[in-house]
């Protein structure tokens, strides 16, 4: 009786160990904000941000990365794109790693700030062209700069904006309203 006792635990153990197993294998970074359509891994967020930061570098102001314009860029294409756009998006973001790798044989990230500058700087000399890369580019530039204009920082620190002009009171009894 003991023995079957010992057997049925030690199976216990094992079925739990591998029911454990694939959690303990899987990878731990993820993406910074859920996702619906579009399929991203970490290192296409990092090579974003910095294309952000690239884009509206930090000076005594804060940058793109800083007030997260990259996460707002991928909401706005996950949430507001067409699925066709999707996918260009996508591929232009593929297209534009293999172009950086092959002009300086380094990922987007691993280049220097100033090497960054140089990639984005031949970008935005470019015309218009319909390739997924350029138009992964100009779509990234047009949300971070869209992301950044519309932030609390900027509309309250640089613009002055004051949603309610005056003092606010929220609570007060409506006999003296």
């Known amino acids: 009786m003991p023995n079957r006792r010992i057997a049925i635990q030690q ?81 232009g973001m593929k297209d534009f790693e293999s172009y950086v790798m092959k002009k300086t044989g380094k990922t987007f990230t691993e280049n220097n700030p100033a090497e960054r500058q140089a990639i984005v700087a031949e970008l935005d000399q470019q015309k218009q062209a319909e390739n997924g890369m350029a138009y992964f580019y100009q779509s990234t530039k047009r949300l971070t700069i869209q992301a950044y204009t519309t932030c609390e920082y900027y509309m309250t620190k640089i613009r002055g904006y004051n949603i309610i002009p005056g003092k606010f009171q929220g609570c007060i009894p409506l006999k003296t309203a």
């Open 11 to 91: 199976l216990l153990l094992i079925w739990a160990g591998v029911a454990l197993l694939p959690s303990c294998l899987q990878n731990e970074q993820k993406v910074s904000i859920p996702l619906k359509m579009i399929r991203i891994d970490p290192d296409d967020e990092n090579m974003l941000a910095e294309l952000a930061e690239t884009i509206l570098p930090k000076t005594d102001s804060p940058g793109a990365k800083d007030l997260s314009a990259h996460l707002f860029a991928l909401k706005m294409v996950d949430d507001c794109y067409s699925k066709a756009n999707q996918e260009k998006y996508i591929q």
